[in-house]
């Protein structure tokens, strides 16, 4: 699977967009990009995944690059619940079971 | 539709004891995953198994360390012989098929202390 690059941490302020970048500049043409986020002590929580298209849902916008060397992960109106380390994973799509790696992440932190 | 529930939430163990955790996929769910993250540190797999059968140990201890997903009941990781450099949380994730495009659910995750 592809390697990840995010920036160690983030601040954002609170009611503001938060803009969590990602660059997988090595993903082959059948790598989804998915994004989960880690709020201190709990299990990790699925966001949002996409394979060439920009996808929305409830929770966030992703907005890949036409090449798919790199994605966006958008929160429109961050708040302080959102704080949390943040995870792009690229995971090949082969029926083959593969299981999502986990890098270092994001550590978002949403300011008042 | 309740989501993946492991058990139990805190586990004190001394050393030399035997661990076990419990992790129920959601319903029609027949992949699980554990992953292990130790204080400070990152998620790490461990184990991938369908019903029945162990389709990925690569990331297991080569000792004390097993796993198992059995027909009926939940998936059980056991530590034996516990040592303090066990101590961790334990997520358990479960998805309904292997395929990318699919993303995992994850419980809350058993937090172990060895003492």
């Known amino acids: 699977d592809a390697k990840t690059t995010q920036p160690t941490s983030m601040d954002c302020a609170e009611g503001r967009a938060a803009n969590l970048p990602c660059n997988h500049s090595t993903i082959s043409g059948n790598e989804y990009v998915y994004w989960y986020r880690q709020i201190h002590s709990q299990g990790p929580q699925y966001i949002i995944h996409g394979l060439k298209n920009n996808e929305t849902n409830e929770m966030a916008s992703l907005i890949i690059t036409e090449d798919r060397k790199s994605s966006t992960l958008i929160l429109p109106h961050a708040t302080l619940r959102d704080t949390a380390v943040y995870y792009c994973i690229v995971r090949v799509d082969d029926n083959a079971g593969n299981m999502l790696t986990f890098g270092g992440g994001t550590r978002l932190m949403v300011k008042p | 539709n309740a989501g993946v529930m492991q058990n139990p939430r805190h586990l004190v163990r001394r050393r030399g004891q035997e661990a076990r955790l419990r992790c129920s996929p959601m319903k029609g769910h027949s992949h699980v995953y554990w992953y292990r993250q130790l204080p400070e540190e990152g998620l790490k797999f461990m184990v991938y198994?369908?019903?029945?059968?162990?389709?990925?140990e690569s990331g297991m201890p080569k000792e004390r360390f097993s796993a198992e997903f059995p027909k009926e009941g939940p998936s059980i990781l056991r530590i034996q012989q516990v040592v303090r450099g066990d101590s961790a949380a334990y997520f358990c994730?479960?998805?309904?098929?292997?395929?990318?495009?699919?993303?995992?659910?994850f419980g809350s995750g058993t937090r172990l202390t060895v003492v």
């Open positions: 994730a479960s998805s309904p098929r292997t395929a990318a495009g699919y993303g995992y659910t």
């Open positions: 198994l369908q019903k029945e059968n162990i389709i990925d």
